[in-house]
């Protein structure tokens, strides 16, 4: 028996566009873009951040990951990848960064233990990237599709999405869509500092939070769903489901009720 069947390793391609940003000046400009503050991420280390507007409008919650000193990874939902880079092409100026929607692919990997195996089993050339749960058993590799390790048992976007759900995080375009202000993500607390320096966008979000001010729709979760209508449900997990509420008939719990 493999590893992978021993374990109950399973895996799936997410639907995702992946970002190559490489540049000198790569770190220190997606930091001054970036709601989160990622200007001390580590060669390795992940973080999840919403990108805004100067509106303070969202474009995308996106995941970042530094693969060498001067090279890094955004990914994000399919079809999602050229406006990012177009949001973010209109900042540049003079930094030295370039950036292009690759050919690599995400592909998670679910089951007991499984970021300390794809630890041992990924090569150099691609990375693992954390979901936002902080979860031994929940790890993804970005990299050509070549080089991701082919073990774990072919699941199908239904079961990964579910654990996700579960889980308590987002899916931009599904859950929270483009245009929806930080507020109503669900996600403020984990993609957004409020220590870094300025960001485009942050008079809003900084405004909303001072003021304790809740968004007209709020994405919530739900563990009865009779406590929700089937036209307001977003994702459903094994365990939950989501839902935009209107703040007027504000349910549910919060995301991060679910979070580690």
Known sequence: MSTSEATGLHSADLDRDVIDVSGPDALSFLHSQMANDINDIAVGETVHSLLLEPTGHLVALVRIVRHRDDALTIDVERGYGEVVVKRLSKFILRAKVVMSVGTKVVRAFRGNNAREILRGATSSSCALAQPWWDDANAIDVIGDIADIPAIGLLSDMKTVDAIRVDAGWPRLGVDIEAGDIPAATGVVAAAVSFTKGCYPGQELVERMDSRGTVAPVVLRVFSNVDEVSEADV???????????????????????????
């Open 234 to 260: 977003t994702s459903r997990g094994s365990k939950y489901v989501f839902a935009r509420v209107k703040r007027g008939e504000l349910r549910g719990e919060e995301l991060q009720a679910l979070w580690h």
